[in-house]
């Protein structure tokens, strides 16, 4: 809700005396209750009083033919500070006693000392001769509308010598006019209004750097000066003030000795310029000075900041003010800078000042300065609704970084934590990716103890760090009874700078929680990393929360946009790294990546994930993710874990598919059988020569593991047939080449998870002659039952005979299906069956394959 009102100013002349016509603009600033009222005076509006006009009055004609002389009787109603009661009371007088302007004005009793000039002032210009006074308008206002701010200026009429008049303006201006001048709600210009970026200032920053070191090498320390000559060129009183700002900060170093009492501390502005240090005094005390010789109307602000020397959770309503800064008036609003803060910070663990540019203390806006910056006087903290130094004293503070990374609080609104059932949580939500870590320590009083930058690992053990497309959060696990500073760091995600600190807090943990050790986490965070899209990854089966992990075994998939590699690493505070490969199978496919998990202990592990372009050899493994698991249940016996000698790429993926080898029957690279044999096949597009092994970690059999596969190659289909003599997991490993004269590559690794303890039969050994389109239909066995007929029948493509060899050759006949079959007599057992073939090429008989046949038991041989 608005209210506008006018005021009416009347003038009313004699015979004997023509009084003087001034018009005013009265424009009231900001209001404290949650309305708008604006006052404004029209020259254009005619007043009647008793049938006479101002319209008529022939000095008023005088004055609309000569408009200068009007300007120079303009009567300026710019703030003061007064009281208007709910009605404006009527008085009159005689005419004859003469014409005068009456105003009713109620002073606060709150105003501060410069609204009292204000109001002399206004008496003073205000007066004319006689003392008529004519019935006011009545006008209604709010009691809620009581302590604004009005000041009257009158200029003078007179001219005057340039110099001599501006050095009057500038006195005016700091006298009178040094009360608040704040835009309504809503409607103050912010930082980004006068300036989108601080790249605009590139070249004068660079020029006024340069001047100073210039003046600085001709020992000129003269403030006059140094303003002229560090400003020449500038446009506007915005550059002047940046020129002035940018000098302070480069010129000027912050006094440690002074500020600790090992030295004098400096006064004077000659002596702070030719030591080149003072304290914050020194820095704002020039800067007024500097602004004086340039005309801009600048402040001191005194109050309380959290630098150095600032325990948090101190109070600081009874503590006198330890700080200075500058308030300035540019284009009729005030605006915030602190030079001292701008120039660097104070190591105190080293009592030394680190030099560091800081332009966010720059015009800084009051949401944001309020955060560490707290004025003594009310009105200069700028804000539409002022905070109280208890709520400053709780506030969370904020470096400058954090407002430059364009981050922002999401919980808690205080620094004080109180953990909850041993946990407390900090989140902050940030537009831009932005890489995270923190740091937790035993409490210190003081605010600024310790690195504001961090190095790329962190002690993750008391907390779990997870960040999301926009917003990360702190899960604090503290160790002990204890109370703990926890610092958070953090820089944009493409930055290769360290990480700086960006805020604060302060836990107090009564009780902790009882957990199990947490592994570290060298890469910052959990989840997914920041930089994980730049990396190729765009998706992930799990969000950044603690896993849980049931019967001991997690799949993670990772979504690509390129084909990737993936290397993984799972860390657990009791496994030892030999186990810890033993715990994890990946498969490498062209648009995703799965990781497959055993936990064969209780507690929690880090699974962290590095990748690179999958073509691009040259690159190195960067870390894209990082998860936390946790399991309580059933775990993996030692005995189950994956084999030892796994390949890095698991299942059919990227490499099989650039092979030519497709249409998998498994697609996992996870394969269980309950009856202790399975068939793999897929298709060999390329018609690659193929090899497979097979093995097992201490696998107790009488045959060669290799004789529990038998591969099948007709047309483009190839069959990997299995007969497991145990249970427990085995690898498939298949490799390919082109020609015969290339070394066999690896195309992939199958896990093959026998759960049955029936022991099955190897398949015959088999040899090189055995190729494409040889199919053995029967027997399928290795092993043959003695003294006993055995039905043989096998494709032999381009065989002109085929026998089987033992005691006696047996040839077999080849019937209309191209199938050569025959019963073969297996004998005493003392001996193999040779199954070979004359081939097309060869008249020669070369063997296919050998099967064994059994022994015969004593008491078969005493029967027989």
Known sequence: MSTSFKLHLFFLSTENHASSVMSAE???????????????????????????????????????????????????????????KDQVPESTKSPDAGDTVAI???????????????????????????????PAAKRQLSSESAAKSITAVKKSALRKD?????????????????????????????????????????????????????????CVYDVKTIVQSITQGTRNELEQLRAIWVWLCNNIEYDVSGYLGRSEKLSSPEEVIAAGRGVCCSYSNLCTEMCREVGIECQ?????????????????????????????????????????WGAGQVDMQHESFVKSFDDFYFLTDPEEFIDSHFPDEEKWQLLDKPIPIEEFEQRVFKTSAFFKMGLRLISPLHYYIVTDDGEATVSLGFSRPTTFTYEITQHQDLLHCGSVEQKESSNSSFGLLTVSSRSMKLQLLPPESDTYDVKL??????????????????????????????????????????????????????????????????????????????????????????VAKCCLATQIQPESLTCHVLCPFHGFYRLSLFVRDYENTEVKFQNAANYLLHCKGKVVGLEDLFPPNLGSACGPGTRTAKAGLSRFSHNSAMVSTQQGKCNITFHNQQDLELHYVLSKKNICSTFPVSRYVFCTYTDHKVTLSLSLPEAGVYRLGLYARITSSEDFSPMCDFIVRNLSNQVMPPFPCVYSAWGKGCVLFEPRMGTLEPLSWTLFRV???????????????????????????????????LQQLKLAASLEDSSEMSVLMIFDVKQLQKEDIIRT
């Open 162 to 218: 340039p110099n001599e008049q501006r050095h009057l303006q500038q006195k005016s201006q700091l006298g009178q006019r040094g009360q608040l001048k704040a835009a309504l709600p809503g409607q103050r210009k912010r930082r980004k209004d006068l300036f989108k970026s601080s790249e605009v200032f590139h070249r004068l920053d660079s020029s006024v750097i340069k001047a100073g070191a210039e003046l600085k090498q001709k």
């Open 795 to 829: 494709r032999v493509p381009g065989a002109l005979r085929v026998s089987v060899v033992g005691e006696d050759r047996t040839d077999l006949k080849l019937n209309k299906s191209r199938v050569w079959e025959g019963k073969v007599f297996s004998g005493e057992g």
């Open 26 to 84: 009265v424009a009231l600033q900001k209001f404290s209750f949650p309305f708008a009222c604006s006052l404004k005076l029209s020259s254009q509006d005619n007043v009647t009083q008793k049938g006479s006009s101002l319209a008529k009055d022939p000095e008023l004609s005088k004055l609309k033919e000569n408009p200068r002389l009007v300007e120079q009787n303009h009567v300026k109603v710019v703030q003061a500070p007064v009281e208007y």
């Open 489 to 578: 760091f953090a820089r944009s995600e493409n930055a290769t700078t360290p990480l700086v600190w960006v805020c604060s807090f302060t836990v107090k943990c009564p009780n902790p929680r009882a957990t199990e050790d947490i592994p570290e986490n060298p890469f910052l965070s959990w989840g997914l990393q920041p930089a994980a899209g730049s990396l190729g990854v765009i998706g992930s089966s799990q969000s950044s929360e603690v896993v849980e992990v049931e019967d001991g075994v997690f799949d993670l998939v990772l979504k690509t946009c390129r084909p990737l590699m993936v290397l993984c690493e799972l860390v657990h505070p009791q496994m030892e790294a030999a």
């Open 104 to 134: 009713q004005l109620s002073v606060s009793a709150e105003a501060s000392r410069n609204a009292a000039v204000a109001r002399q002032s206004i008496a003073e210009n205000l007066r004319v001769d006689g003392e008529d006074q004519r």
């Open 300 to 340: 001191e602000v005194t109050g309380h900041s959290k630098g150095i020397g600032y325990r948090q959770g101190h109070s600081l309503k009874h503590v006198k003010s330890d700080h200075l800064w500058n308030a300035v008036l540019l284009g009729g609003e005030w605006f915030l800078l602190d030079a001292c």
